[in-house]
């Protein structure tokens, strides 16, 4: 069964740093993996998608990459902003289903 | 990108009462849906997949009997929590995907409930 992992479970940085946020995941079997951002009490917003194929995905201050074969994908966040302060979920699928993390708390302070 | 809506997004309701909850795609048609749960600072756990057409797949240690689901059109899954009980009470979320090569999830809002 496929098992995603994230760390840190938390984080808390001032306003401005370049950050990364972790991802692993035991079965490199999968189509693909996504980022989402939680705000509390609310859904998910999708970040980035990079399909098994693919190295990485860019959009605007994040980036994110993957490596299949070692399992593991890191989101890049530039110049953190207060409004980046969220819950940020990875997600791979394979097996026809989505296996999601268990988030990293991000907390950008002012 | 793509739109997943549900509805309603809170509810509140006594033990014992029955909740449906509604999860569209509002432009594109989605065979397979999927819905999960997740309770307070935890991630989303999936509950079943839900398939145009026939029987939702549930994961192990989700009743069917108690979370029925239904996919009646490729716009519309319905998740009705029946009998409910305090335990109940969480954000239930739903996704949908385009079925395009390589596309991925679509998450819709999530309803909130709450069971008294």
């Known amino acids: 069964k496929q098992e995603v992992t994230q760390i840190p479970a938390a984080l808390s940085v001032p306003e401005g740093e370049n950050l990364v946020l972790n991802c692993s995941f035991t079965?490199?079997?999968?189509?693909?993996l996504q980022w989402f951002r939680q705000d509390p009490g609310k859904g998910l917003t999708s970040l980035l998608l990079i399909q098994s194929s693919q190295r990485e995905q860019t959009s605007g201050r994040l980036n994110a990459s993957l490596d299949k074969s070692s399992g593991r994908s890191t989101l890049y966040i530039a110049a953190s902003q207060p409004g980046d302060s969220a819950t940020y979920l990875c997600a791979v699928y394979n097996f026809n289903k989505f296996y999601f993390g268990s988030g990293t708390k991000l907390n950008v302070k002012p | 990108g793509a739109v997943v809506s549900q509805h309603p997004s809170w509810v509140i309701c006594k033990s014992g009462t029955s909740v449906k909850i509604e999860c569209r795609s509002l432009d594109f048609q989605a065979t397979t849906m999927f819905w999960y749960r997740q309770f307070p600072k935890q991630s989303l756990m999936l509950m079943a997949t839900s398939n145009e057409g026939s029987k939702a797949t549930y994961e192990q240690g989700v009743e069917k009997d108690k979370f029925l689901i239904n996919h009646a059109s490729l716009t519309l899954s319905t998740l009705t929590v029946t009998s409910a009980h305090p335990e109940d009470s969480s954000f239930y979320i739903c996704?949908?995907?385009?079925?395009?090569?390589?596309?991925?999830?679509?998450f819709g809002p999530g309803t909130r409930l709450t069971v008294l």
């Open positions: 079965d490199s079997a999968i189509y693909n």
């Open positions: 996704s949908a995907g385009s079925g395009l090569a390589g596309g991925g999830q679509f």
